[in-house]
């Protein structure tokens, strides 16, 4: 009887372990979930931004390296919706310009354009180590000058995945979505862009 008690109380206690308990199943590890391009440059820091020359002008002053804010996409993000420019589109790198840089831009040639817009998206993923071998043909169909000077990576009139020391403004590169690369640039592309018109420097390595 004794030994009818035991065996049946074991039974229990193996059957309470097992009620709920997940099995385990041996497959394939799951892919952690990143966000498209357009998600990733609606939620991200842009480059950090300082009160620089209009410190001085405040009240109480500021001094030039004092944090402003962060820059963002939002004028980049809006302008490749109204033209129908895809960021969402399979392995893709985007040279990204934040507001700060749109602005200029813009008060000088007018609001981004569709061709303006393209010219931003590389067709492949590119990351910052291979922009001096890559093909850099856009969406838009022209393809990005590479340049290295100053020890930074220049795409066109613009340097990208620049790190700099306060108070100047850091550009982030390398930051990965789920269908494809970004890289903050620090002024807006276009295409017709040439070194003449740009400018040059006697020590720098050009491929075109």
């Known amino acids: 009887m004794l030994r ?3 065996i049946l109380a074991g039974v229990s206690s193996a059957s309470a372990f097992m009620v709920g308990t997940p099995t385990f199943q041996a497959g394939r590890a799951s892919v ?52 129908g420019v895809d ?3 399979p392995d893709i790198t985007v040279f990204a310009p934040g507001n700060v840089a749109c602005a200029q831009y813009s ?3 007018g609001p981004l354009s569709k061709e303006v817009c393209e010219y931003h998206i590389v067709k492949g993923v590119v ?8 093909d850099l043909t856009t969406v838009e169909g022209s393809k990005i000058t590479y340049r290295r000077m ?12 620049a790190k700099s020391s306060p108070p100047r403004t850091s ?9 494809g690369v970004i890289h903050m640039i620090n002024e807006v592309i276009y295409p017709g862009w040439s070194e003449s018109s740009g400018g040059t420097v006697d020590d720098m390595n050009t491929r075109a």
């Open 127 to 134: 990351s910052t180590d291979a922009l001096s071998s890559a």
């Open 171 to 179: 550009y982030e590169g390398n930051i990965k979505a789920d269908n």
């Open 87 to 89: 960021l969402n589109a």
């Open 32 to 83: 952690p979930m990143m966000a498209t391009v357009s998600d990733t440059l609606t939620s991200v820091q842009g480059p950090d931004l300082y009160w620089e020359d209009k410190g001085p002008l405040q009240d109480p002053p500021k001094e030039e390296s004092d944090f402003k804010e962060y820059d963002t996409y939002s004028t980049f993000l809006d302008a490749c919706s109204s033209n």
């Open 107 to 109: 008060a000088v040639n």
């Open 4 to 6: 009818a008690t035991a």
């Open 150 to 161: 100053f020890r930074k990576d220049f795409v066109d009139n613009a340097f990208c995945a």
